[in-house]
């Protein structure tokens, strides 16, 4: 196990090389000029000529990058060319809200999606089957606006129950904290629910085909440990997987979500970051994203040794 | 099973009680959602409004400008002038402090106006006025000018980008082409370093030491009376029709700059005014360059400044009527130097006459590369109607849609359309930052040392000159129009018209300042 962990991190660093380098590259061919967003509507060609050599943009690309990447290998992702931040403060600043964000739509979305997908392959072809494939579609065709904009209208402005946006930070106390994220963890979980429910179904209807069922209802087992005890235990792999997908999508930033609840995450510094071509900020986040998503793929795999004995490292 | 139904128990319980948590508007806490993002901190590095408007809340300024367009002093208490307008003595007011608690003096504000002069536009060109500048004495400052020139207290009292904000002379010090990083100022408010989060909000607190002027406050002038303890910027709600919402809930209480398909439904909401505190507002305008085909060509220019009339641009990119209005002038309408003068090319124009100087320009078909910028509601309709207007009268137009970096990349570029270059660019000007020969850069026609467009006309730049010099005000006016129609004939680029945009507030806020820029003191909420 442990010789796998190894491989699989030591794995990270060459995937890891890869995305610097081609980000580094396709950010400076990409047309656009930090220094004319930084320097304002007014100003002269000189300075933002002279802005720019502050930067250190106008020096060659191979001495832009040799720079970026030896202090990329002290840990120091830069520093942004708008907030006179470090890139890791401002990742850690969006972290919170992103992670808050992030766990609690998929502990919603595996909650209902789970059980609604095993009772759908229970019953398969009867009404609450069908009911969550025409649900799934819905899910998956309504765009996260439209339906932050019905919540929003329905439960904040008319009957005022929750707030209409913004983050509260836990350590301002956990009711506010969870009265904010209630909303946009809603919106976001319904497109996922939609796809492990979909996921779940298949994989446990695949399982409820197999002898060792008919062998655990024909030894009397109550149905509902048959159905969990035995085909949702035997069809968890590939929804671990999808959760696994999901959890890392979400970390990477929900940019249409975070825009309509006011949320500060990592989907918004991003796009913030993209329009105004702060290219150490661009580069620390999409790394970030990089090594979150080799991680989270490491969990989801060493997940299954638990969901199956078979499977070893 | 039960722990399973223990701790859904426990959820549902804190869920419920955060619920029932009701969050009270704090009616010592000002929420404001701004227009924009704040990302740099220092409004003299940049021309950002954003910044700008970070500058007023923790600086104060040596002059101010008021509702009436008029310079009137703000941290100076009195000043003479000799003579011969060529040394300018300012006494500064009792009880000026920075927010560490060090008095306010001369040797602060000769620091802030040297860096100041060094990146701002005006403030370069009255540097090459000044001779010298001393303190005789902390609270005395001297500008010793080669010649007499008629914009000190202009210049000094200029409202909008780069405003000369006083900062402390070690802060002041910091080479302009480098921000500051110290935000200690002498201003209303004090700016809480450790509470700001880039894109999600910053956050400004009384300052109790402030000595406001005894006059009412008006403009960028008067008494700066601070009623609010912490004024909250909401940097995180952009979406608009969140920020709608969560005005009528109450979640935010001022909505800086609402999208103009938003105020139908603010109107309707409950608890909700609209507030017209800017009545100069904004203008737009459209930028030819002048060192490329087809509009190298004076002619061409004109013929296109001909064909680009005010009233569709107004209509497509504002909708609201009692909000926008048609200004024969390039220097803002209802101010000292705004006047029709010359404008008749265009105010008195028509697409008929405008195809008949397209024909007789000697236009040979060369395409109009157009940008236009795809994520910048404010002005992302102006190119569309430039596109329109322009084929109307004979152009051939290459309509090219970008984000909004990529578009103030090309226009910094020289090189033909082909190579990456560009035509026309459109763009909006807050009131005060066009309102005078001087501040409009638009009107600088000094070749490629001018702002991006470059056009070249020694007469302009000559008529541009006598007016710095002028230090007679009804002589000022006779240059600005003359400046102005010199403009015109060259056609520099085209004025499209002025509109405002009232703040939405909740109805217990009052006390706002009318003048030009987004002012927050004086303003109370019940």
């Given at each position: 196990m442990w010789a796998f962990l190894a491989r699989r991190l030591a794995a990270t660093i060459p995937v890891l090389l890869v995305v610097a380098v081609l980000v580094f590259l396709m950010l400076r061919l990409t047309p656009g000029d930090p220094a004319a967003i930084l320097a304002g509507d007014a100003a002269t060609t000189e300075q933002i000529?002279?802005?720019r050599a502050s930067l250190g943009l106008d020096r060659p690309l191979p001495a832009q990058f040799a720079i970026w990447f030896a202090n990329l290998l002290a840990g120091d992702l830069g520093e942004s060319f708008y907030f006179r931040m470090k890139v890791t403060a401002l990742i850690g600043q969006r972290l919170e809200p992103t992670l808050a964000l992030a766990t609690l739509t998929i502990v919603i979305a595996v909650a209902v999606a789970v059980p609604l997908g095993v009772a759908a392959a229970w019953r398969f072809g009867g009404w609450l089957d069908r009911a969550l494939m025409g649900f799934s579609v819905l899910g998956f065709s309504v765009p996260v606006f439209v339906l932050a904009y019905i919540l929003i209208?329905?439960?904040?402005?008319?009957?005022?129950?929750?707030?209409?946006?913004?983050?509260q930070r836990l350590a301002d106390g956990f009711g506010p904290f969870l009265r904010h994220l209630i909303l946009p963890a809603i919106t976001l979980s319904v497109v996922y629910i939609a796809l492990i429910a979909r996921v779940t179904r298949a994989s446990v209807l695949e399982a409820l085909g197999e002898d060792y069922i008919r062998t655990a209802r024909a030894k009397g087992l109550p149905e509902l440990r048959v159905l969990v005890r035995h085909a949702l235990a035997n069809a968890a792999v590939p929804i671990a997987t999808v959760i696994g997908i999901g959890v890392a999508l979400l970390i990477g930033g929900v940019v249409v979500t975070e825009s309509v609840y006011a949320i500060p995450g990592l989907g918004r510094l991003t796009v913030d970051a993209v329009l105004a071509r702060d290219f150490p900020t661009i580069q620390g986040v999409i790394l970030f994203f990089s090594f979150a998503y080799v991680l989270v793929n490491l969990v989801v795999d060493l997940s299954y040794v638990f969901f199956d004995p078979r499977i070893r490292y | 099973m039960s722990l399973v139904v223990r701790t859904l128990a426990l959820v549902l319980a804190v869920t419920a009680a955060g619920l029932?948590?009701?969050?009270?508007?704090?009616?010592k806490v000002l929420r404001i959602v701004p227009h924009s993002n704040l990302n740099i901190l220092d409004p003299i590095w940049t021309t950002q409004y954003m910044a700008r408007n970070h500058g007023y809340m923790i600086y104060d300024t040596l002059f101010g400008t008021d509702e009436k367009s008029q310079v009137k002093p703000q941290m100076v208490d009195t000043w003479t002038v000799s003579?011969?307008?060529?040394?300018?003595?300012?006494?500064?007011?009792?009880?000026?402090?920075?927010h560490d608690g060090v008095p306010v003096t001369g040797e602060d504000a000769i620091a802030s106006i040297q860096r100041w002069g060094k990146r701002d536009a005006m403030g370069q060109k009255l540097m090459t006025f000044v001779e010298r500048m001393d303190s005789p004495n902390p609270k005395t400052f001297r500008i010793f000018l080669r010649e007499a020139c008629g914009f000190v207290l202009e210049a000094l009292g200029k409202p909008s980008s780069n405003v000369p904000f006083i900062m402390p002379k070690r802060v002041a010090e910091t080479p302009a082409d480098k921000q500051i990083e110290d935000y200690i100022g002498s201003g209303p408010y004090v700016f809480k370093r450790d509470e700001f989060k880039p894109g999600d909000k910053a956050v400004y607190v009384k300052n109790a030491k402030y000595v406001p002027r005894k006059e009412a406050p008006s403009g960028t002038a008067g008494g700066k009376y601070v009623y609010i303890d912490r004024v909250e910027w909401n940097l995180a709600l952009r979406d608009a029709q969140a920020q709608v919402n969560a005005l009528a809930k109450g979640e935010v209480d001022i909505i800086e700059r609402p999208a103009f398909e938003s105020y139908e439904q603010l109107r309707k909401a409950d608890g909700v005014q609209i507030v017209n505190k800017d009545p100069l507002g904004f203008q737009y305008m459209g930028r030819f360059n002048h060192l490329q085909p087809p509009f190298n060509n004076q002619k061409v220019r004109q013929a296109a400044l001909a064909a680009m009339a005010q009233e569709p641009f107004l209509r497509a990119q504002v909708g609201v009527k009692e909000f926008y209005r048609s200004c024969p002038s390039m220097f803002t309408c209802n101010t000292p130097y705004g006047s029709p003068k010359g404008s008749d090319i265009q105010s008195k124009s028509n697409m008929k006459k405008a195809q008949e100087l397209l024909k007789a320009s000697g236009y040979d078909g060369t395409p109009v590369v157009i940008l236009k910028p795809t994520d910048l509601a404010a002005i992302q309709k102006l190119p569309d109607v430039a596109a329109q207007l322009l084929?109307?009268?004979?152009?051939?137009?290459?309509?090219?849609?970008?984000d909004w970096n990529t578009v103030v990349t090309r226009r910094a570029k020289k090189d033909p359309p082909a190579q990456g270059g560009w035509n026309i660019f459109l763009t909006a000007w807050v009131a005060p930052d066009i309102w005078n020969p001087l501040t409009n850069a638009a009107v600088g026609a000094d070749g490629e040392k001018s702002w991006f467009g470059w056009p070249k006309d020694e007469a302009l730049e000559k008529l541009r000159d006598q007016f710095a010099r002028e230090t007679d005000d009804a002589k000022k006016k006779t240059l600005a129009e003359a400046i102005q129609a010199r403009a015109f004939e060259v056609a520099t680029h085209a004025p499209l018209g002025e509109y405002i945009n009232p703040l939405a507030a909740r109805k217990n806020v009052s006390g706002f300042v009318i003048g030009p820029g987004d002012i927050y003191w004086n303003l109370k909420k019940n």
């Open positions: 000529a002279a802005i209208y329905v439960v904040s402005l008319k009957l005022g129950w929750l707030p209409v946006q913004g983050y | 029932a948590h009701a969050q009270g508007a704090d009616p003579p011969d307008n060529r040394l300018w003595t300012f006494t500064l007011r009792p009880g000026l402090e920075f084929r109307q009268a004979g152009f051939k137009v290459d309509l090219q849609a970008m």
